[in-house]
């Protein structure tokens, strides 16, 4: 007899693989660009593209996932992102040390 037609294995069969796409919303607070990026894409080409659309210097912003920054080599794997996560882009600042 065979388990095939068992629930348990149904169950196990109907579980949604993770998908090779995700949707990122990146903001400024001003803006909010979606990218939909496979998840082995590094970032740079996201921040990037993002940075021309919004014709900001790469080097003038930050981007954050989850409040930590992220660089460029990192990908969405690395950073164990969902469909559906927001980069954030702030200003970089230099100084404020005495």
């Given amino acids: ?12 069969d109907d579980a949604p693989a993770p998908t090779e796409h995700l949707n990122i919303k990146v903001t400024d607070n001003n803006n909010e660009v979606f990218f939909k990026i496979k998840r082995t894409t590094a970032l740079r080409k996201l921040m990037d593209a993002f940075c021309e659309r919004q014709g900001k210097l790469p080097s003038s912003v930050r981007f954050l996932f989850d409040g930590q920054r992220v660089q460029a080599t990192d990908t ?17 600042q230099i100084g404020g040390g005495c």
Wanted: no cysteine; charged share 30%; glycine share 6%.
């Fill in 76 to 92: 969405p794997d690395t950073l164990e992102m969902q469909d559906g996560d927001i980069l954030e882009v702030v200003q970089e």
């Fill in 1 to 12: 007899m065979s388990d095939t037609g068992s629930p348990a294995n149904k169950a196990a």
